[in-house]
């Protein structure tokens, strides 16, 4: 009513106003502006992240960024081309400045292995913290410059994602040699015999042509992803790839050993992730993570080694509340990169303290470690027997590879390596007779025993790779003695394959080799230690002898272990080549492990997974190293 009763240029005046304060209303607006903007584009995983983990930080930010979580696309996957014939391979073995960035899909599709690629410029901050640098030194071990600055807090800011900086220095892929093509037709036989009788179960049994069961989540297979990608055989993957997006499940009521769910589980997803930038690995290692967190819930934070994993209960062993130390310290690599992906904290923050308390301990003797530490009271047990064989093994080669992995910063693990070593050197190393073969024994009690496992063979990898890495040069050397003793360990035998534990003569014996061999020890159950430390050794001295020794091994096992119908077994006597005893079992770390160390011994491409951008984990899985050299 009253706006009919207002005159013709009163409602025009009125109009005019609303007008204009609606015009002011939507510059003031705009003019906001970027601010506004950038707050409603911010990705939902960011949004939540923030809140999740506020103001949380990474000391040493890792360089490397995961690979892209989305448009993961296994069709992108580099193409096979064996047959494409030999340019001779050639060899560069200085180790690279560069920092490395996961395959882009474009560039995927040029190189057959396109694990790694190179960018130009540091992180700032990588710059700055080079510049504040001191020197250590630890009983000869000189530590260059840069390697040592303080160590990382265990705060995780955000997490990994795609760098934008572009791909630079793409190199010509490197052809497949004739070995190399040997390890392919090898992988491919056991993988018929795994896909005809074992398909998406642990454990092939080729004579049987069925399968075992461990904590039934397709072992085998998982193990074997990063393998079949960096064999390059793209069929295989793509269809292992299926499995486990539509039956790879954790949610089951099932009971699994920490360690090995960990090494093999959660070790092969995280660097298959890596290597194929598919998001479905990093969804299934988040997924199997968490459900591995409840083993740390004990009075000492020392982890149990069962999970049932549906359930989200952990427990010792039926009979102890001990846990193995190499079990409890051999999860730090797997479960600490997983923090770095997700920019969750508490899966580093877990194995840091494990490391921390046992770096403290008591108990050692010059760096060795007992095998036992109770999950209660959290010190070790049954002290006095000092091995570098089963349950204290990879307890060494961890401390190494964690001190790269970070960057080569947290100096207590560089300490801790470093005493182990010498206390390697002064109690158990002796010489075998008549070869003088330099060998690793155990110690009980006071009392030394010329007895040694296979699994003592990772170590001369390990020396190596300390040596590569800036520790002395006298770790070479003894990696160098320690590998012709491994090789021995294996051609001194009758069927050319290593038994699972020596005994060396100490005392020259007319008719007698360096090598003894007890009945329970004979048999070989496809283990890689000795090829994981020929590519080691191969990879930084160019020496061909041990692409020679690992040919012979690969030999060998064809000739003893290989089952007609597909797959290889393990075998229960190693001294008879007429009967070797098939034990009806292939490993999975025969797939995970043995030939993929192999296939890389083979190689004369450093760059086809480069020791200065990757650690592998104790199960040959490769990780990011978070500051290359
Ligand atoms: C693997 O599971 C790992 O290499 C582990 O560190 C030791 N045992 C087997 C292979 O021998």
């Known amino acids: 009513k009253k706006w009919k009763q207002l005159s013709r240029l009163q409602r025009s005046i009125i109009l005019f106003l609303f007008a204009f304060l609606a015009v002011c209303g939507v510059i003031s607006l705009t003019s906001m ?27 040493n930010p890792a360089v490397l960024p995961a690979p892209q979580k989305a448009d993961a696309n296994i069709g992108d996957y580099p193409e096979l081309s064996p047959q494409k014939q030999p340019k001779l391979p050639h060899v560069r073995r200085s180790p690279s400045n560069l920092q490395i960035k ?7 599709l040029k190189t057959r292995h396109a694990t790694s690629r190179v960018v130009e410029e540091p992180f700032q901050a990588d710059k700055e913290e080079k510049m504040e640098k001191s020197v250590i030194s630890w009983r ?11 160590p990382p807090s265990s705060k995780i800011k955000e997490p990994e994602k795609p760098s934008s900086v572009e791909a630079e220095g793409q190199k010509e892929p490197v052809p497949i040699n004739e070995r190399q093509m040997a390890v392919i037709e090898a992988f491919r036989h056991a993988w018929k015999g795994y896909k005809d009788f074992a398909w998406g179960h642990d454990e092939l049994k080729p004579l049987s042509k069925s399968y075992s069961e461990w904590f039934g989540l397709g ?38 050993n920490l360690f090995e769910s960990t090494i093999r589980i959660l070790g092969g997803l995280l660097s298959t992730y890596h290597l194929s930038g598919d998001s479905l690995f990093l969804e299934k290692a988040k997924d199997i993570g968490n459900r591995l967190m409840p083993a740390f819930k004990t009075p000492s934070k020392i982890p149990y080694s069962d999970v049932n994993i549906g359930r989200g209960t952990a427990h010792p062993p039926r009979w102890t509340s001990d846990s193995t130390v190499a079990e409890v310290t051999s999860i730090q690599l797997e479960f600490r990169e997983l923090s770095r992906l997700t920019g969750d904290e508490k899966f580093q923050k ?86 003088k073969l330099t060998f690793v024994g155990e110690l009980a009690h006071g009392h030394f ?20 890495n800036g520790l002395t040069t006298d770790h070479m050397k003894l990696a160098e003695a320690l590998i012709e003793t491994c090789y021995q360990m294996y051609a001194q035998v009758e069927t050319g394959l290593s ?33 994981e430390s020929l590519f080691y050794m191969y990879r930084f001295t160019g020496d061909k002898k041990y692409q020679d020794w690992g040919w012979e091994i690969l030999q060998n096992f064809n000739k003893y272990t290989r089952v007609p119908t597909g797959g290889y077994t ?17 490993e999975s770390f025969f797939l995970g492990e043995t030939l993929k160390y192999m296939f890389l011994l083979f190689s004369d491409d450093i760059d086809l997974i480069n020791l200065d951008k990757y650690v592998f984990n104790t199960e040959a899985h490769p990780l990011p190293i978070w500051v290359p050299a």
Not at 102 to 108: H, K, L
Not at 452 to 457: E, F, I
């Open 499 to 531: 038994p699972e534990i020596v005994h060396f003569n100490l005392h020259a014996q007319k008719g007698h080799k360096d090598v003894e061999i007890k009945p329970a020890d004979r048999h070989n159950l496809l283990r890689p230690e000795t090829v």
């Open 350 to 435: 877990a194995v840091d303290e494990v490391m921390k308390h046992v770096h403290m301990l008591s108990g050692k003797n010059d760096g060795l470690v007992p095998m036992f530490i109770n999950t209660n009271s959290g010190q070790f047990t049954h002290l006095g027997v000092y091995t570098l064989g089963a349950r204290a093994d990879s307890y060494y080669e961890y401390l190494l590879k964690q001190w790269i992995q970070g960057g080569k910063k947290e100096n207590e693990l560089l300490e801790d390596y470093m005493r182990a070593i010498e206390g390697v050197k002064k109690h158990l190393l002796q010489r075998s007779q008549p070869k």
């Open 140 to 150: 000869g071990a000189v530590i260059e410059p840069d390697q040592n600055t303080e």
């Open 570 to 586: 393990s075998i229960n006597n190693v001294q008879n080549p007429s009967n070797p005893e098939p034990r009806d079992k292939m």
């Open 219 to 256: 072992l085998t297979l998982v193990d074997a992803l990063d393998t079949m990608w960096i064999l390059g055989l793209k069929e295989e993957f793509e269809e292992a790839r299926k499995w486990v997006a539509s039956d790879l499940v954790f949610d089951k009521n099932v009971d699994v």
């Open 102 to 108: 996961p395959p882009r899909r474009d560039v995927r």
């Open 449 to 468: 025993s010329a007895k040694m496992d296979h699994l003592v063979c990772f170590l001369p990898g390990t020396l190596a790779l300390g040596a590569h």
């Open 33 to 59: 502006g970027e601010p506004w903007k950038s707050l409603t584009n911010k990705s939902l995983d960011e949004q939540r992240t923030e809140s999740e983990v506020p103001g949380l930080k990474l000391a």
